[in-house]
């Protein structure tokens, strides 16, 4: 399996072109992915008002790209509000998957709802995890899944109150590798590229891998820097991971819905 991350340049303007933004990141890929390969969006990318308009371009981005694509998230307006959710569509632009941020973060509670709804699915048989920025902070929220993820995906929109983006991507890494370890699992964060926007949440560009096989220290974590980036995952090597540690009892699989441990 293949994961493709981005980090586009976006605008907080709904009249901005985020959407063709993200398409031009990754087209070069078209040629190289298949079926069960995954392309990760950011978080909110898509600001405009219609879900209808996102969910079509969600799908028809997977049509022609031949793979999956996890939709970064939409702010959907709802009878009882508006959530903060992403869809998954396969190679054909099926919908297989719908996530919802459950934590929502900061000023975002003042314009969407907690959601409910923990995405879960399984993509070239294995098992998935989708959370929406803020909630790949709570360890808690990886205790709702009712198998141990092969992958962990997070949609991102970074922000930081920091003249710099440098702290947060540290904060990013480090806890994309302790997650990586934690539960045996690959990470892959998709971002917003860093942008100055006077006046408006400052995204750091935390995008890219966390990869709980590599004996070599400085590839724990593997950024993209700009625009995207394609990973190889190698999944006997994640088995053999959870077997060794398990082996030397440093690796539990915590039982599904958060249920105490024997």
């Known amino acids: 399996m293949k994961l493709l991350l981005v980090q586009p340049e976006l605008a907080y303007d709904p009249d901005a072109d985020n959407v063709g933004a993200v398409e031009r990141v990754v087209a070069p890929f078209a040629g190289s992915l298949e079926a069960n390969d995954i392309v990760l969006l950011p978080e909110h990318f898509d600001l405009r008002p219609s879900r209808a308009a996102y969910e079509t371009d969600v799908r028809g981005l997977a049509r022609r ?81 009712t198998v141990l993820p092969d992958l962990v995906l997070v949609p991102a929109l970074s922000v930081t109150r920091k003249p710099t983006p440098h702290y ?52 724990l974590f593997l950024p993209i820097g700009a625009g995207a980036r394609l990973y190889e995952l190698d999944f006997a090597a994640l088995s053999e991971l959870r077997r060794d540690r398990t082996t030397r009892g440093f690796f539990w699989k915590a039982p599904p819905n958060g249920e105490s441990a024997p």
């Open 168 to 219: 947060s991507r540290a904060l990013w890494t480090h806890l994309a590798v302790a997650r990586a370890y934690e539960f045996g699992a690959y990470v892959g964060v998709s971002d917003w590229a860093h942008i100055e926007a006077p006046g408006l949440p400052t995204p750091s560009g935390v995008a890219g891998l966390a990869d709980p096989t590599t004996s070599d220290a400085t590839t």
């Open 65 to 145: 790209l031949g793979c999956h694509v996890v939709g970064g998230s939409h702010h959907e307006l709802r009878d009882d509000g508006s959530v903060n959710s992403g869809i998954v569509a396969n190679a054909a632009g099926e919908l297989v998957g719908r996530y919802e941020k459950l934590r929502p973060y900061a000023d975002e509670r003042s314009r969407v709802r907690q959601g409910a709804g923990l995405g879960e699915l399984t993509i070239g048989g294995h098992a998935v995890l989708v959370l929406i920025c803020a909630d790949f902070w709570f360890s808690d929220i990886f205790y709702r899944a």
